[in-house]
């Protein structure tokens, strides 16, 4: 190829031919069909020294709009809108140029008529013909192949899905489910809706049906929970697709369907961000992450990085965390400005170092011990010290080098607590309270949530690989009840915190998501049990009691008496109490100095400074 040439594909060109070769065949047959095939000499010297001119006319205008750039195979309705856009402007052009420019008076008007309506029918009709042609429904009679499905959503999310079936033969779509009365009975492109959601299990009997898939982004989520649950229930398979905003858009990938897992189940409303503020707020700046190859840490930078800081700083202990997020990082956000960075948040000096590089003007502060019985006991110190100690640390390199927002990622066993985990994190939320009243430029905030779902050391991985072994699943306690989120969810909520948080006048709020209803730990077990295939004769629930320093419920203090509203729905203030003054963190500062404490002096320290925790033993 020649410089500032380019080469026109072979397939375009051949597609270019066979429209030119319509436009001559619909100009000749307009002619014919104006003259009942009565044609004369004169009539074919007409369309002689017409035809090179109507040629070149219908050629521009096809260049004009486009019409080679897009595949037959995947040919559309904008495909259509495109042709008749070029043929409408070449019928504008064509009497224009014959009767005004060179003076031919012998075409009839009814051919200029003719012409544009036998065109549209020839070129569109050959496209969508090819494309039903390859999708295998061109020839097919009857019954296609592949797997019976059924679609449970009607809507323009289900005729979506649809059509993206259509290029496969691995499934059949049998019909839909829809609640809606206005839509029973009638028919999405030829494929009828059978019946209300509560049919499922007699839908899918009768029609020989194993799979179904949940087409419903529109509902909330207890609705798909409900019809995910009846489908299992009767031993389908329900599958989903990956993004529902894809679904919409009709963007949906077959390839990519999967089994609807337990966190499909647990979804929850879709958190509303303010893009536009959270764009001002992170874009252009550098954010620190600490923690940031954790579950949540790691979501929170996937998030930040969606409105463009200048660097994002990825603090983490973990070698292997941070060379995978780096990784993860190299490949879906190579735009994106990192500097990934070694380090321990109980080690002040490497912290200063660190923010006197990079300077941060945000950071969040990921960093923590959360395993509740692994820091009950023999590492109940180490518990305190990284989570009050490192926060200390973390908050004091914020100050100290100008940060702007300081976010503490708290949890809702600081609420009440009774275990280390619990008090230290309640203990780290004074601490930051306490450093408010000291800082000049920096805003704190805290943001308490429950468990995320597919987080390290969650129950819901921990059941899976009790279900892969064969049983038993154990639970602690029957009764036994906790908040979930999703982890995307969370990282949503904690930068809407932050951002509340930055148009305050003053800090130390502690915020509280909404973390919905509360699940039943049996009944996560239950599903999971049922979504895996098997059922409770298959692999049992086998209760073991709680373990030190578990509840049976968590407390979030979100209910009107304890907490003020936020301008967003799903944040709350936890209502503040008097911050601890500069004595206090003295002595904090005091009693977190020593190397070494035992179980007991560690939670008769966290007695003393944190009023609410409560521990066996503990006076």
């Not at 296609?144 to 323009?156: C, H, N, Y």
Request: proline fraction near 5%.
């Amino acid at each position: 190829m020649s410089g500032g040439t380019r080469t026109i594909p072979p397939r375009a060109l051949a597609v270019a031919l066979f429209d030119l070769i319509a436009v001559a065949f619909a100009w000749v047959a307009s002619f014919l069909l104006r003259f009942n095939f009565d044609t004369t000499a004169t009539t074919w010297h007409a369309i002689a020294i017409t035809l090179p001119w109507v040629l070149a006319v219908h050629a521009g205008s096809f260049y004009r709009f486009g019409l080679y750039r897009g595949l037959w195979r995947f040919a559309s309705l904008p495909d259509l809108k495109r042709i008749l856009l070029a043929v409408g402007l070449a019928a504008l052009a064509v009497p224009l140029l014959l009767f005004l420019v060179l003076r031919l008076v012998d075409v009839p008007r009814s051919v200029l008529i003719l012409h544009p309506l036998l065109l549209v029918l020839v070129m569109g009709g050959a496209r969508f013909a090819y494309r039903s042609w390859k999708d295998g429904h061109l020839l097919s009679f009857g019954e296609l192949g592949g797997e019976p499905l059924l679609v449970l959503g009607a809507g323009s999310a289900g005729a979506g899905l649809l059509r993206g079936l259509a290029a496969t033969r691995e499934w059949r779509v049998v019909g839909f489910l829809d609640d809606d009365a206005d839509k029973i009975g009638r028919r999405v492109q030829d494929v009828p809706v059978l019946g209300r959601l509560s049919a499922v299990a007699e839908v899918a009997a009768r029609l020989g049906v194993r799979h179904v898939v949940l087409a419903m982004p529109q509902a909330s989520a207890s609705v798909r929970r409900h019809v995910a649950e009846m489908a299992v229930q009767a031993g389908l398979t329900v599958l989903t697709v990956p993004s529902m905003d894809d679904l919409l858009a009709g963007r949906v990938v077959v390839s990519q369907m999967r089994k609807v897992e337990l966190e499909d189940l647990l979804g929850r409303e879709r958190v509303e961000l303010d893009t536009a503020g959270l764009a001002q707020w992170l874009g252009g700046r550098t954010v620190l992450v600490t923690g940031a190859g954790g579950s949540i840490g790691s979501e929170l930078c996937r998030q930040i990085a969606r409105f463009e800081p200048a660097r994002l700083v990825f603090f983490e202990q973990s070698e292997y965390a941070l060379y995978q997020l780096e990784q993860e990082f190299s490949s879906r956000f190579s735009a994106q400005a990192v500097a990934g960075v070694i380090g321990d948040v109980k080690d002040a000096a490497r912290l200063a170092a660190v923010f006197a590089e990079h300077r941060p003007e945000v950071v969040f502060h990921a960093a923590a011990y959360k395993h509740v019985p692994l820091m009950e006991s023999h590492n109940a110190w180490e518990a305190v010290r990284n989570n009050v100690l490192g926060t200390l640390n973390v908050a004091r390199a914020a100050m100290a080098h100008g940060v702007s927002e300081f976010v503490l990622i708290s949890t809702d066993k600081a609420v009440n607590p009774t275990n280390v985990m619990g008090a230290s994190k309640r203990l780290a939320e004074r601490a930051c309270q306490g450093m408010q009243a000291q800082a000049r430029t920096t805003r704190f905030v805290m943001v308490r949530f429950g468990n995320v779902l597919g987080s390290s050391g969650s129950v819901i991985p921990h059941f899976r690989a009790q279900i892969a072994r064969g049983g038993p699943v154990t639970v602690t306690h029957p009764e036994i009840i906790r908040y979930f989120m999703l982890i995307p969810e969370a990282a949503q909520l904690v930068l809407q915190a932050g951002l509340l948080a930055s148009r305050e006048a003053e800090g130390g709020r502690i915020f509280v998501l909404d973390m919905g209803e509360p699940v039943k730990i049996v009944d996560l077990a239950r599903d999971l049990i049922r979504l895996s295939g098997f059922d409770e004769d298959d692999i049992r629930i086998e209760f073991t009691g709680l373990r030190p320093g578990e509840k049976l419920y968590e407390e979030l203090l979100a209910d009107g008496e304890t907490t003020l509203p936020t301008p967003h729905p799903k944040l709350r203030i936890a209502r503040p109490g008097d911050a601890p003054d500069a004595a206090w963190l003295a002595g904090l500062d005091a009693w977190l100095a020593a190397p070494l404490r035992s179980e007991t002096e560690v939670k008769q320290g966290l007695k003393a400074r944190v009023a609410e925790y409560r521990s066996p033993g503990v006076e």
